[in-house]
């Protein structure tokens, strides 16, 4: 199904504060990691936003997004108390990886042949 502009708006909002509250909390407690929110799809009915993270170094990604998941009730009422004039309720917030920046490596390197035989892998 298509998206509304309405819910691409949304999404827009939501990515642009979710990375303000992520990035702040990571640059008290992580040195070095650059987290970035790819991609955010909001619902029709505007209560569940699916968002993609992607981590780098990619090391992190795994711990990152379980450490998300488990804090999803605190970033979400960050993110209501920023966006309360925007919107009447914060959604859901479920927490996907985004890996495809590894799975773009992987197939640069199978271009340039560093990888022996990839139709084995």
Not at 35 to 54: G, M, N, R
Not at 55 to 77: G, Q
Request: charged fraction near 30%; avoid cysteine; proline fraction near 2%.
């Amino acid at each position: 199904m298509q998206e509304t502009n309405r819910q691409k708006k949304i999404a827009g909002v939501i990515q642009k504060d979710l990375v303000d509250i992520l990035q702040g909390e990571a640059r008290e407690t992580l040195r070095g990691v650059l987290i970035t929110i790819t991609k955010v799809y909001v619902t029709s009915d505007l209560t569940e936003a699916k968002i993609y993270v992607s981590v780098f170094p990619s090391e992190h990604l795994d711990t990152l997004v379980d450490a998300m998941t488990k804090n999803a009730a605190t970033i979400r009422y960050e993110l209501a108390r920023r966006t309360k004039n925007q919107l009447r309720r914060a959604p859901v917030l479920i927490f996907f990886k985004d890996d495809s920046l590894d799975y773009i490596d992987k197939i640069d390197s199978v271009l340039k042949g560093n990888v022996d035989n990839p139709i084995k892998d």
